[in-house]
């Protein structure tokens, strides 16, 4: 056996950029199968013009177009009116993987990673050899347009043909030629990506036009913005070791003790005291940047052992329960839905996250097989419809430990749609394609509790149709019973039979309220619509 | 509503490093429940000295120790005898993201994107605040140890307490602290991990001392160094036009047509000239840096309209038909099992990979549920055991769209064992923690076929069994009619009773030769072990 020595093997040593490792890997980025790759890159550019125009305080229109131009070759461009780049930005933000303005900020937003705008410039030149082209103006000054591309050996933008424009609206359109991809109207394609787009963000207008020419208008639901999360201070229970000494290292306090007043949220003089008597081997007085790895141990420790304010909740905006009623029934129009906003809860000790739930029964819920139906979950997170890898999700994970059966459900033959939010500062993907929620215990349980609220709700729905059904059927068996009773009744008395039939009626009546508001037709019950008009049952308790 | 203007918005603007990235997204690399984190550590270092003793051709012995220093707190080394790592490269090998020998190189490796090693330090870091310790020596020169930490502002290595240490033996030992990690017996933890990876690796010799102090020892099962899978130069029908393009970059060729030659396998003088033919509009004796996107894009079109030898198979190595005969009969020792190495195949137009596929039954295959058995799938990739993400894996994609019915198995209730490993120069994980198999359709349609095949031979076993079950009954009633049948024959011609009852059951015999092989006690046939012994029927086809 001839061995290698080290030194030889290390002959082939090198580092790479970040560009040149997902160029190689770019199904880490959501680039794998046609469909996919197509609906990444509408994902991409459509999150990051929501999320600017959010931040300007600007009610978003964004209009999509999609051309063939090719085999499995399209031309796309998704342009918005919101607050455009700077142009010293622009190459950037779309041709420098992890850059960006929310990687660092603690702040509820769709992107927060600076890697998706970039994928998209790097998914086009790998693909078909060409730049992508964005057209801008911020509202002052003129506009300009560029085409970019991305060296992906030094990760850097490389910027050509630059133009400045009169007459250009404020926004920012970004266009580009893909290859390997495929317009497909699927439950995985961009017409589904883009209406349960619309289905959490009823604030939007989003108009698609497809490669037929046709366009699709998502209206806007609601001419209101949303709340707009706040950039917050980290909660104390939310903090490891290293993120205290990271924080501290970078403070400009003079002491640790106002540090932590400082830099985090709900840290009054009072709780300084309070943990200094705990953590008594730490110097309070010490220049925050001189903390060691067990001073922040003891603080971290000392955290854990007093009552703390939960984080501000102000920080994380779900969508609303007015606002997920109004756009479920636009869009699955339910015979029923039970609707729940949970209570900010926080996980890995302190990142707050709220979890908003939906039970939709009935209508366009579900999914229509050959046999009939089955159950279906829409995901999002922050917003964001989450279309694939529901395998390794923390909301697919919740629905499948429920025992559906307990809530008179069958999650596997009903038209039954489970509807999931999670608003976070920070949600943990699974993957840098941010298409599944990591499966932390906190997240899975606060889903979990939340469907099973939301299906409380569709229970007693259902519960009520069945009891409908039971009654109508036992009301029909004694009404032909009375009305021969009344005939015998009659002939027997001699009295009039109408009145005697009329008299049994109201006495049956009395005992089965529910099957005579049905009418008595007793077919299948009616459609409940009232309740899903009306409300939920399920938030009574 | 009050605007902001972009202006304002990029003041945030900023550029990360991708260690920062990381740290901030340690679940992407494996590091997401604490059981699951700890296997991730294991699994980078173990898969790290696997290939580095392959490489250097040296039989792997791997030392993995485990001890519990608090709550949820571990010290964990590994010890290999591979050819060590040069001190000047050890901080990059350890703590420089993106960094390695592997990442560039066309060729089978366990680790192949420079994260794994410096993801490790890293997780030491953010939950002691602790360096890791590594200790190596080459075999020349003087062998050393130190403490390094990774910088990850600036992704950089911080090394510490350089220490040159005479009495070292060859090998690399890393070992560090972690917390937020667990040793756990279940089907996810560092044993299974282990043992799988014996399974799949017969040619090391694996120790684990786990956190009670116990050792475990899987014993190396095959004294011979497995093939070296050479680097390979890429196939032509593997190559992208931006591949194409890149690789002319950097080629040192005077003319396309030498550069085509020199740089990809197959590529003969009368492959130049075919091509040539077809892609008219291409210069072939311009130099291959002045190739345009449109020259690339006419040299690949032609590519695909010409024939070519497939790629060359000695680049992919499986673990080998007796190897896995020889592990599953070690770990499962089942009833049976058939195995299947599939031929070469490509994906993505020319990355070569190869299926192996058993189906073990019975033994201790599959898994015991409270009812009973249900199956299981062991995934390996290069001989890597994945245990986590199966959900997303193009494996499990693989299994779960067989019809299983159609062989006779009922894969929710027997005692079944799925083995698949995948070996490729070029393995598409769907994530960075390199869990699962990223569903490209070209290995999800051999991995199914691999497994069908692989089932075709269980059939026929299983089958063999219920005909054996069936006959055994027959033969039972016939027997107790022809005893009967003997008496009364007996009673009838006068003659020896014994003698006709032997005659009758030698006819009997004659036609149900597996009964009577069985010894017609008909409780439940034999265990087949001659079977799993010698040899697959399914291989007969």
Redesign the interface.
């Known amino acids: ?7 030889e ?2 002959k ?7 560009a ?2 997902f160029k ?2 770019r ?2 980025l959501g680039y ?2 046609m469909t996919r790759s197509l609906v990444t890159i509408v994902h991409e550019y459509v999150s990051n013009s929501l999320d ?1 125009c959010e ?4 009610l978003p229109e964004i209009a999509v177009r999609i051309a063939e131009t090719g085999e499995s070759r399209y031309r796309l461009s998704v342009g918005d009116n919101g ?4 142009k010293n ?1 622009i190459g ?2 779309l041709a ?1 993987i ?4 929310k ?3 603690y702040m509820q937003q769709r992107g927060q ?2 890697i998706g705008g970039s994928g998209c410039t790097l998914f086009s ?6 730049p992508i082209t964005a057209t801008s103006a ?3 000054g003129r506009g300009y347009s560029c085409n970019i591309s991305l060296d992906t050996v030094h990760n850097k933008p490389v910027i050509t043909e630059y133009k400045e424009l009169d007459g250009i609206q404020r926004g920012l359109t970004v266009e580009g030629e893909f290859a390997d991809v495929k317009y497909e109207n699927s439950d995985h394609g961009v017409y589904e990506y883009l209406r349960r787009t619309a289905l959490s963000n009823p604030h939007a207008q989003i108009k698609l036009t497809d490669p037929t020419g046709q366009e699709h208008v998502f209206l806007r639901a609601i001419d209101a ?1 949303p709340l707009r999360p706040k950039p917050i201070r980290p909660h104390p229970l939310g903090l ?3 993120d205290l ?1 990271d924080f501290a290292q970078v403070s400009e306090s003079r002491k640790i003790s106002s540090f932590l007043v400082d830099t985090f949220s709900r840290f009054s003089q009072d709780k300084v005291g309070e943990i200094g008597s705990i953590a008594k081997d730490v110097d309070m007085a010490k220049a925050p940047k001189g903390m060691t ?1 067990g001073d ?2 003891a603080l971290i420790k000392a955290f854990k052992q007093v009552k703390w304010i939960a984080p501000d909740a102000t920080s994380v905006i779900p969508i609303g329960e007015e606002q997920v009623k109004v756009a479920i029934k636009n869009i699955l129009n339910p015979e029923f839905m039970s609707v729940v906003e949970r209570k900010p809860k926080v996980f890995r000790g302190g990142v707050p996250f709220v979890v908003e739930a939906a039970v939709a029964y009935g209508g366009n819920s579900g999914r229509k097989t050959d046999e009939g139906y089955e159950g279906n979950i829409l995901r999002f997170a922050n917003r964001v419809p989450l279309l694939f ?4 999700c923390a909301v ?1 994970a919740a629905a499948k430990s429920m025992d559906w059966k307990r809530y008179n459900i069958d999650i596997d033959t009903q038209p039954i749609s489970v509807f999931i939010n999670v608003s976070s500062v920070y949600i ?5 394609g941010k298409e ?1 929620i ?3 215990d906190e997240i899975v349980d606060e889903i979990k509790l939340a469907i099973m609220e939301a299906a409380r709700g569709v229970q007693r729905y259902i519960s009520g149709k069945m009891q409908i059904s039971h009654e109508t059927n036992k009301y029909k068996t004694i009404k032909r019973y009375t009305e021969q009773l009344a005939k015998d009744l009659a002939d027997l008395t001699g009295k009039d039979k109408e009145g005697i039939d009329r008299q049994l009626e109201r006495l049956v009546a009395k005992h089965y309220p529910k099957a005579l508001a049905e009418g008595g037709d007793g077919e299948q019950p009616g459609s409940g619509e009232a309740a899903a008009e009306d409300g939920e049952p399920g938030e009574e308790e």
Chains 1, 2 share one sequence.
């Open positions: 056996m001839v061995e290698l020595k080290a030194e093997i290390f082939e040593f090198r580092q790479h950029s970040v040149e490792f190689k890997n199904q880490m794998s199968g600017a931040e300007a305080g600007i607050p455009g780049i700077p930005y950037k933000v420098t992890l850059a960006g303005t990687f660092h900020r990673q600076g030149q790998i693909t078909t050899g060409k911020t509202g002052t913005m490891t070791v290293n000494i790895w922040s141990e890898d529901s395998g390794t697919t943990p993907y699974s993957g840098v599944a990591s499966q932390e």
